[in-house]
């Protein structure tokens, strides 16, 4: 008869569902604690070679897990998250846990409060593991810009994971985690996903609160879930979306049944294709494997017609103007003076900003400073960032005109699979062209879903993104079942 422990190591060695692992909760099969006990395990076992945590939040988790096995063991009713293992990107802030953000500048602070998502979860009996490496400031599409270190794609140690939420996507993929926590401001949840071969969400903006967020660019960032399928995927947005009155921007929406919606068949739904996606760049594996998953759509009922959003060639220049001018305004308060790195080497006021600045920041996040302090600059706003917003616009219009004739939108994720480490550090412009099928949904505010795909001859996943108008969660969600029963 297997033993306890053996028991225990096999929910790790063979993730189950959210559904699964809570019926064995209910039904006594298997404990919160010992569950959380054996991630970490696991964690200390895996994250040596992927460097995929940051900090570890134990005493908190395992208090957490303890709550759920009392609530278990007295037969009460248990959240919709009980005992699952979480964990979170170190740019959402958890009490009395380090939030660096990836960057030098905040190592060491530990913010007083929980972000909106992170309480959300813990309210929903999720057991927070700790937290997840990220490109600094969540600047980067290749977990590569982290002051700690990059983070390696599980599937292929030598590869990048995707960034910026390089850390969250390769905690699910690893088996380090059940389900975690990302941020996406032009890319960075769905990117990774895509290149770690798991599910990523982008939520509408203003579907989960920013309250808590370390912020890059505040008119694009977005708080959303990886999970390893579509069903916990949308299980996890609803638990954490809704209205929250600490983030102005955060919608008023009621919130449905994502899980359910997702249960919903997909025939009759009408599913849009744009021509620009399938254009120079695609990598050839990449288009192949989409187009299966396109094929899949149809077999599933799914009326298929081709669309055409024709300023998506303007989405980087438009995207990289927008966030870098936001970051170059939300990263003036790091400065040395009220939390984290402080230069020793500063003898006035303006020196300590200075030096504070140059040595706390890497250099891609200087990059982006200069290049949005230059777009806000006196002579030069109306020619770059007014016109990048105007052109945002006409991108946003666009959508809406699609949404008109169809109810969701497919492109592949990314133009290829994962790139080796260290293939596109030299080069910013190719490393930002890999967010060029991402940066158009979150200029425009619209949701989406990056679902599995099938992995090229090598064995590297694909993603397909799954994009739908703003607050049709539920619609990106069924197609996205509809593309993963076809990959079973």
Not at 66 to 91: F, I, S, T
Not at 98 to 121: C, E, H, M, N, R
């Amino acid at each position: 008869m297997p033993t306890e422990t053996k028991t225990v190591e096999n929910y790790v060695e063979k993730p189950k569902t959210l559904a699964e692992l809570r019926a064995d909760l209910v039904g006594g099969k298997v404990k919160a604690a010992d569950l959380a006990a054996r991630y970490y395990d696991r964690i200390a076992e895996v994250n040596p070679r992927l460097n995929v945590y940051l900090s570890l939040s134990k005493e908190r988790a395992l208090a957490q897990a303890a709550r759920v096995d009392a609530l278990a063991a007295k037969g009460d009713p248990l959240p919709p998250l009980a005992g699952v293992p979480v964990g979170v990107k170190d740019v959402l802030v958890m009490k009395g846990a380090p939030a660096t953000a990836g960057s030098k500048i905040l190592k060491g602070y530990q913010p007083p409060y929980d972000a909106t998502a992170v309480s959300k979860l813990e309210a929903a009996g999720a057991v927070l593991l700790g937290k997840l490496n990220c490109d600094e400031f969540a600047m980067g599409s290749s977990n590569e810009n982290s002051a700690y270190g990059p983070v390696r794609n599980p599937v292929d140690t030598e590869r990048v994971p995707g960034g910026s939420s390089g850390g969250s996507a390769a905690a699910v993929a690893a088996n380090m985690a059940v389900a975690s926590l990302g941020t996406d401001t032009g890319g960075s949840i769905r990117q990774p996903a895509s290149f770690c071969g798991v599910v990523g969400v982008l939520p509408t903006y203003g579907r989960v609160s920013r309250y808590g967020l370390i912020a890059f660019a505040s008119s694009l960032d977005r708080v959303g879930p990886f999970a390893g399928n579509v069903r916990d995927a949308a299980t996890l947005l609803g638990v954490i979306a809704g209205h929250d009155p600490k983030d102005a921007t955060s919608s008023p929406a009621p919130v449905p049944d994502f899980a359910a919606e997702s249960d919903k068949p997909v025939e009759g739904l009408r599913v849009g294709v744009p021509a620009e996606y399938f254009a120079e760049g695609l990598d050839a594996e990449v288009r192949a494997n989409i187009e299966k998953g396109i094929a899949g759509l149809k077999a599933a009922g799914c009326t298929v017609k081709p669309v055409s959003l024709p300023h998506t060639r303007y989405a980087i220049p438009t995207y990289y103007l927008v966030a870098t001018a936001e970051a170059s305004a939300n990263l003036a308060r790091f400065d040395g003076v009220r939390y984290g790195y402080r230069s020793p080497a500063s003898e006035t006021l303006a020196g300590l900003y200075k030096n504070s600045r140059e040595e706390g920041f890497g250099a891609e996040v200087k990059r982006r400073i200069l290049l949005g302090t230059y777009a806000l600059s006196a002579g030069y706003y109306d020619a770059y960032y007014r016109k990048a917003q105007q052109v945002r616009r006409l991108l946003a219009e666009e959508f809406l005109r699609v949404f008109a004739d169809v109810d969701a939108i497919v492109t592949p994720t990314a133009p290829t699979a994962a790139f080796k480490l260290g293939e596109k550090t030299g080069d910013p412009l190719a490393m930002y062209l890999a967010d060029i099928y991402t940066v158009t949904a979150s200029l425009a505010g619209i949701c989406g879903v990056t679902v599995p795909c099938g992995a090229t001859a090598a064995g590297l996943p694909v993603g397909m993104q799954v994009l739908a108008a703003h607050l049709k969660e539920g619609t990106a969600f069924r197609v996205a079942r509809a593309v993963e029963a076809a990959q079973i």
